[in-house]
């Protein structure tokens, strides 16, 4: 369920036309909905109502600190894995008790600044992690709230760019190594172990990967409390799919109620991470047909948004419905939508059937909220695109379109290579 619908065979975001917001800002652009994010987060957060939780919503699938801004006024937090992620979370107004932190190389300086700012808990990936965050505490002479985050070795089948809960993958620890540094920890007078965290991966479209999940992470929550380590929180990542094609998803309510289920009656704050789920399917990506190129059997239709802004064709060959922003009944042909990178895996599309596009008509890619602008690069000197977030009839910029001298921003000629 979004906000993005045809009214006249033209494109509008909730009230407005996506043509109309291009003419005040260009292209290419990002533009997302608030009353689909709002949506999204109200659906995904009222569904596992009756069950103490706390929605940290995965900043690193959409990053932009108005999209934070937005879970975090409806009462969301943050899961982070970054001390930019740190930053862009208290600028967007997160309250520290709702941020969690995982990640597999955290620094001792990004360690040092997530103690400092007192976030709710430190998802810990390795002993060697487990023993920095201990000398730190020492040295800070502060108590620090931990979790271990268990490789729970569940194949959720999906991606396996992103599958992460495998014991191939180098995320999070494995069952006995986690109950071994627990007991450890409890010997450890400033690490408080106050929960057990997992992701299994990412765009899991079945239920039972995440059932398996948390139901072998409520055993050693058990374990654990029979060892004297009272574990509070159960953080079970994120990872709930979304639809771009036909795939079906569970809805966050199946989701939620399979949870709840394993979960009644064990006393323990639920902390869910979720991130494409919330945004994915809340934001657009606008390009404009620059060129069209027919070459042999091939048309490519080069438009002037890029991988560089959108990378999810070109590095996991993910699927993104296109369609033209304004709509006509024109033949439809087979094309490569294409942009100006110097490579052949600069690509939107391959082989896609779309009503023919002529030079300056404009194109929406859906499902572009998650990983879309967050994963962005300046590659090949492009500016990076402007962000555009609607409401109703108003629109914001809660980005700008990058200038030429944000591209040299700290870079400098050293004086002997000076004219
Ligand atoms: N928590 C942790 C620890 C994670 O590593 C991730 C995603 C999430 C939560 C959020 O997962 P989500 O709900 O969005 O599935 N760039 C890839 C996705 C990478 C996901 C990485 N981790 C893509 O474009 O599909």
Same mark, same amino acid.
């Given at each position: 369920?979004?906000?993005?619908?045809?009214?006249?065979?033209?494109? /509008?975001?909730?009230?407005?036309?996506?043509?109309?917001?291009?003419?005040?800002?260009?292209?290419?652009? /990002?533009?997302?909905?608030?009353?689909?994010?709002?949506?999204?987060?109200?659906?995904?957060?009222?569904?596992?109502?009756?069950?103490?939780?706390?929605?940290?919503?995965?900043?690193?699938?959409?990053?932009?600190?108005?999209?934070?801004?937005?879970?975090?006024?409806?009462? =969301?937090?943050?899961?982070?894995? !970054?001390?930019?992620?740190?930053?862009?979370?208290?600028?967007?107004?997160?309250?520290?008790?709702?941020?969690?932190?995982? =990640?597999?190389?955290?620094?001792?300086? *990004?360690?040092?600044?997530?103690?400092?700012?007192?976030?709710?808990?430190? %998802?810990?990936?390795?002993?060697?992690?487990?023993?920095?965050?201990?000398?730190?505490?020492?040295?800070?002479?502060?108590?620090?709230?931990?979790?271990?985050?268990? %490789?729970?070795?569940?194949?959720?089948?999906?991606?396996?760019?992103?599958?992460?809960?495998?014991?191939?993958?180098?995320?999070?620890?494995?069952?006995?190594?986690?109950?071994?540094?627990?007991?450890?920890?409890?010997?450890?007078?400033?690490?408080?172990?106050?929960?057990?965290?997992?992701?299994?991966?990412?765009?899991?479209?079945?239920?039972?990967?995440?059932?398996?999940?948390?139901?072998?992470?409520?055993?050693?929550?058990?374990?654990?409390?029979?060892?004297?380590?009272?574990?509070?929180?159960?953080?079970?990542?994120?990872?709930?799919?979304?639809?771009?094609?036909?795939?079906?998803?569970?809805?966050? *309510?199946? /989701?939620?109620?399979?949870?709840?289920?394993?979960?009644?009656?064990?006393?323990?704050?639920?902390?869910?991470?979720?991130?494409?789920?919330?945004?994915? %399917? !809340?934001?657009?990506?606008?390009?404009?047909?620059? /060129?069209?190129?027919?070459?042999? *059997?091939?048309?490519?239709?080069?438009?002037?948004?890029?991988?560089?802004?959108?990378?999810?064709?070109?590095?996991?060959?993910?699927?993104?419905?296109?369609?033209?922003?304004?709509?006509?009944?024109?033949?439809?042909?087979?094309?490569?939508?294409?942009?100006?990178?110097?490579?052949?895996?600069?690509?939107?599309?391959?082989?896609?059937?779309?009503?023919?596009?002529?030079?300056?008509?404009?194109?929406?890619?859906?499902?572009? =909220?998650?990983?879309?602008?967050?994963?962005?690069? %300046?590659?090949?000197?492009?500016?990076?695109?402007?962000?555009?977030?609607?409401?109703?009839?108003?629109?914001?910029?809660?980005?700008?379109?990058?200038?030429?001298?944000?591209?040299?921003? =700290?870079?400098?000629?050293? *004086?002997?290579?000076?004219?």
């Amino acid at each position: 369920m979004n906000f993005f619908h045809y009214k006249d065979n033209e494109l /509008y975001c909730e009230d407005l036309s996506v043509a109309e917001i291009v003419k005040k800002t260009g292209t290419p652009v /990002y533009i997302y909905s608030y009353k689909t994010l709002k949506r999204h987060f109200e659906v995904f957060d009222g569904a596992f109502k009756g069950l103490p939780h706390i929605v940290c919503y995965s900043c690193k699938a959409n990053s932009n600190i108005s999209i934070i801004a937005v879970f975090g006024r409806l009462g =969301g937090g943050a899961d982070i894995v !970054s001390g930019g992620e740190l930053f862009r979370a208290s600028m967007a107004g997160i309250p520290p008790e709702r941020i969690v932190y995982s =990640g597999v190389g955290k620094t001792k300086e *990004e360690i040092k600044d997530a103690v400092k700012s007192d976030i709710l808990m430190i %998802n810990i990936e390795s002993e060697a992690e487990l023993n920095v965050i201990s000398r730190i505490a020492e040295q800070m002479k502060k108590e620090i709230r931990v979790s271990i985050r268990v %490789n729970p070795e569940i194949d959720p089948k999906t991606h396996p760019y992103i599958t992460t809960g495998l014991k191939k993958n180098k995320f999070g620890i494995i069952w006995e190594d986690a109950l071994r540094l627990y007991k450890d920890m409890a010997k450890n007078k400033y690490l408080l172990p106050i929960g057990v965290s997992s992701h299994i991966g990412s765009q899991i479209l079945e239920l039972s990967p995440f059932i398996e999940a948390v139901r072998s992470l409520k055993d050693m929550v058990y374990q654990l409390r029979d060892m004297g380590i009272g574990i509070r929180y159960l953080d079970i990542g994120g990872g709930l799919g979304i639809t771009y094609k036909d795939e079906t998803a569970p809805h966050p *309510e199946e /989701y939620a109620e399979a949870i709840k289920n394993e979960l009644k009656d064990t006393g323990l704050t639920l902390i869910l991470e979720p991130g494409r789920v919330l945004v994915g %399917n !809340s934001g657009i990506f606008v390009a404009e047909v620059i /060129y069209v190129k027919k070459v042999s *059997e091939k048309t490519f239709i080069i438009v002037d948004g890029a991988m560089n802004d959108l990378i999810r064709p070109s590095l996991y060959g993910a699927y993104h419905e296109i369609s033209p922003v304004h709509r006509r009944h024109s033949k439809k042909i087979k094309v490569d939508v294409v942009g100006p990178i110097c490579e052949s895996g600069d690509f939107f599309a391959k082989d896609r059937v779309l009503p023919q596009l002529k030079e300056g008509e404009l194109i929406a890619i859906h499902g572009a =909220g998650a990983y879309g602008f967050s994963m962005s690069s %300046n590659y090949n000197s492009r500016r990076r695109a402007t962000e555009v977030l609607v409401s109703d009839d108003r629109y914001f910029i809660i980005r700008k379109r990058e200038t030429k001298k944000d591209l040299i921003k =700290g870079e400098s000629i050293p *004086e002997f290579l000076r004219v």
